[in-house]
């Protein structure tokens, strides 16, 4: 029997059990450092987790070097993860933007059937278990938990990233895989709120709204996303705020954020214009009554200098044009995004380098495997950051098969 131990229960080291499992001739070793297995996954996608993207190619992927992804995901592409889950029992459905749930609704659901098929291929499981040290011996590797030294022919080393915080994100594997020669770069929280200066956003704490966002410097676009935007006390959240946070995070100065509520080539102007012919009695903080969500919309109009409690058909034109140029480019002041427990994902990671892409097999240390966030790999928001996971647990649990 050969000893495999994974190190890390969270989605990749999971699914790198299960593989290294297959191989009736591997004794399979599962160690976590929190009291269960999977925990993070459990949050992820509000609870109802976001498994996979129909869409996930390398494209959606971010490091220095974003090609790494491509032989794990050409191997184990959304379709592979879609069979494996079906084949465990899971049902889904895919929704807007290829993003794949399970069909109850529920993470628990799609942790439930991994950890059943952990139990059938035998998994040796140890949770409150955290590794503290590893050291190469002759033959493999000696790991030193709180309970004792354990040996492996083979490692996988799947410990995540630093997001997620409250959910057991920790450096831990930044700091195993230095004393084994890897370097790591830079790590920057991405997928995380974007804080602004937070007059506006506090004001308009819980309101939701569908918008087009671009992050700036100066005259230079940096980035642009679109979709649902959450107003929190110090700044912006929502799936459209997470893309542009990688760029936030890394950038830092000068940035602004310009804000577009409504769907591009709509003629604003216009339609404030019948708003003045048909409702003159109404009050200017009602202008956007309709269109907006309503604390918005009276925002909108503070922001755009307007007397909230002057009847509308008194705006002039000029008036009707700055509150419709408001509602069309939003500006908030950037000033940094949410920390690492905010975040979802981290950016940045194991260099990459040294680690073969074709069987993520260390370049310096043979029979020792990583995977999953813990690597400089970082996905777009939509369910392709676990597809990562999951490719990468699957490719590294091969052992290079
Ligand atoms: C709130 C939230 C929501 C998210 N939603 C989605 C989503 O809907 N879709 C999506 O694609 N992605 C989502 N993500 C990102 C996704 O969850 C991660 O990218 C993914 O879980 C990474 O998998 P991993 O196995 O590399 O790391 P993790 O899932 O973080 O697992 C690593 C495990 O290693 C353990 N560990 C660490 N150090 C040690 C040690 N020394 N000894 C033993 N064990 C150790 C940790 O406790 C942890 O359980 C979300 C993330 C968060 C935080």
Redo the contacts with the bound molecule.
């Keep these: 029997m050969n000893t495999v131990v994974i ?9 790198a059990a299960l593989t290294a499992a297959e191989d009736r001739e591997n004794r399979v070793l599962l ?4 009291q269960r ?5 459990l ?4 609870g ?6 129909t869409g996930a190619s390398a494209e959606h992927y971010h490091g220095e070097n974003p090609d790494f992804v491509r032989p794990a995901l050409s191997r184990f592409p959304p379709e592979e993860t879609l069979a494996f889950f079906h084949a465990l029992g899971l049902l889904t459905v895919t929704e807007y933007g290829g ?1 794949v749930y399970p069909l109850s609704n529920s993470a628990n659901s799609v942790l439930d059937v991994l950890r059943f098929a952990l139990d059938r291929a035998g998994v040796e499981q140890r949770t409150a ?4 040290a590893i050291s190469r011996e002759d033959g493999g590797f000696g790991i030193q ?1 709180d309970e004792g030294r354990l040996f492996a022919g083979k490692l996988v080393v ?4 630093a ?2 915080g409250k ?4 450096t ?2 930044y700091e ?1 895989m230095k004393t084994l020669g890897h370097r790591r770069t830079g790590l920057y929280p991405a ?1 995380a709120p974007i804080y602004t200066d937070p007059e506006y956003p506090r004001a308009l704490k819980g309101v939701r709204s569908q918008a087009a966002l671009r992050l700036c410097r100066g005259g230079t676009t940096l980035g642009e996303s679109e979709g649902e935007l959450q107003f929190v006390e110090q700044g912006v959240s929502g799936p459209a705020v997470f893309e542009l946070a990688r760029a936030a995070a890394a950038e830092r100065e000068g940035l602004a954020l310009h804000v577009r509520f409504l769907p591009a080539g709509t003629d604003a102007l216009a339609l404030l214009r019948q708003r003045r012919a048909c409702f003159p009695e109404q009050e200017a903080g009602e202008l956007f009554t309709g269109m907006l969500h309503n604390r918005l919309g009276r925002m909108l109009v503070r922001y755009s200098g307007l007397n909230g409690s002057r009847a509308i058909g008194s705006l002039t034109d000029d008036e009707l044009r700055r509150a419709a140029a408001a509602c069309g480019d939003f500006v908030l002041p950037v000033r940094g995004t949410a920390g690492f427990d905010s ?4 950016a940045g990671g194991i260099r990459t380098e040294g680690v073969n892409p074709e069987t993520l097999e260390s370049r310096f240390v043979p029979g020792l495997f990583l ?4 690597l400089d790999v ?2 777009d ?9 999951w490719a ?2 699957r490719l590294a649990g091969r052992l290079g098969r």
């Excluded at 190190?7 to 699914?15: F, L």
């Excluded at 160690?31 to 929190?34: I, P, T, Y």
């Excluded at 799947?158 to 990233?161: D, E, F, Q, Y």
């Design positions: 190190i890390g229960g969270g989605a990749s080291g999971i699914m160690l976590e450092r929190q297995i999977g925990r993070k996954l949050a992820t996608g509000n109802r987790c976001n498994l996979t993207n993003r278990c955290p590794v503290r938990t799947a410990c995540g990233g997001a997620g959910l057991g994100g920790v831990d594997g195993l997928l975040a979802q994902v981290t995977c999953g966030e813990l970082d996905g928001c939509g369910g392709y950051n676990l597809q990562w996971a990468s647990g």
